[in-house]
């Protein structure tokens, strides 16, 4: 059987990439009986059936796996933002960190447009990205006008595989189009009404840019922690993560416990007051949501 991992997935068909060939497959009955739905970034066993066709006889363990968008295997997570049309939001920013870091994938954030701040909002925007700097996140800050950022953005991509997530009206398909306009990737226009992006990207397709491979996904419009545990959420905060050990007590949630290291550092200003606020904000939405059953 030859292998390959699959970089599309539409109406049924499963596209795998095995060397320099792409074959179209159909998934084994077996897998429905199993409930079990190949993904894009799967590595997969298949049987070539004819010519560039063939069906998917095994998958092979993930590395990691996302719900949405529905794709398998990722190393690296580039979180669009933008700074304005739609706000720049430090809540869904960190809404995106938590579930990146969660399934152990290296984030890294990218804010767009920044040519159309003021002086004053580009300010405030530049403190922030010291605060996540500060945290040991990558960030740039693109905007609309300069093209030139390109090939930086293209150091990122090499040997890399990357999905490009945010929310809709962000400029994820713009980005990837500026690496490589021969993509012609739909794009949208920000719905004033709304104050969001329309969905244009309509599956998840694994393309090659700039020596890696890139996803293409369907914005996003809610960002759950249904799977995320209480005792869970502490370590996807880098600043909580590595003041773990200095707290009294062990598995310590640093909110209404005592000789809490965090709530210590966070009035002696070595941690910001609106990622904690983040942080109690996702305690009390994990801790409320209803028992999955």
């Not at 700074?83 to 869904?92: D, G, R």
């Amino acid at each position: 059987m030859a292998e390959g991992r699959i970089i599309k997935a539409l109406s049924g068909f499963y596209y795998v990439k095995s060397d320099d060939n792409l074959y179209q497959c159909r998934g084994r009955g077996v897998f429905r009986n199993k409930k079990i739905t190949p993904l894009v970034g799967d590595i997969v066993q298949f049987e070539i059936s004819g010519p560039n066709e063939g069906y998917i006889m095994e998958i092979r363990p993930r590395k990691n796996e996302l719900v949405r968008p529905p794709i398998a295997n990722i190393n690296q997570a580039i979180i669009v933002s933008s700074a304005i049309a739609p706000e720049f939001s430090t809540t869904l920013l960190d809404r995106f960190l938590v579930l990146i870091e969660f399934k152990n994938i290296i984030p890294v954030i990218f804010i767009t447009k920044i040519d159309l701040l003021s002086e004053e909002k580009l300010e405030e925007l530049n403190k922030y990205k010291k605060v996540y700097e500060n945290l040991g996140y990558k960030v740039e800050l693109l905007s609309t006008k300069d093209s030139t950022h390109s090939s930086d953005i293209g150091l990122y991509l090499k040997n890399n595989i990357t999905v490009i997530a945010g929310q809709s009206g962000v400029g994820k398909t713009s980005l990837i189009n500026s690496l490589d306009s021969s993509l012609l990737l739909a794009t949208g226009e920000i719905s004033e009404s709304l104050g969001r992006g329309k969905h244009t990207t309509r599956h998840v397709e694994l393309l090659e840019v700039e020596g890696g491979l890139v996803a293409d996904t369907p914005g996003f419009s809610a960002l759950d922690f249904n799977e995320i545990e209480l005792e869970e959420l502490p370590e996807l905060f880098p600043e909580m993560r590595e003041r773990r050990n200095n707290c009294k007590f062990r598995g310590c949630l640093h909110h209404k416990e005592p000789k809490c290291a965090i709530k210590e550092a966070l009035i002696d200003g070595e941690i910001e007051e609106f990622r904690y606020e983040h942080y109690l904000d996702f305690l009390n939405e994990i801790q409320t949501r209803k028992p999955r059953y």
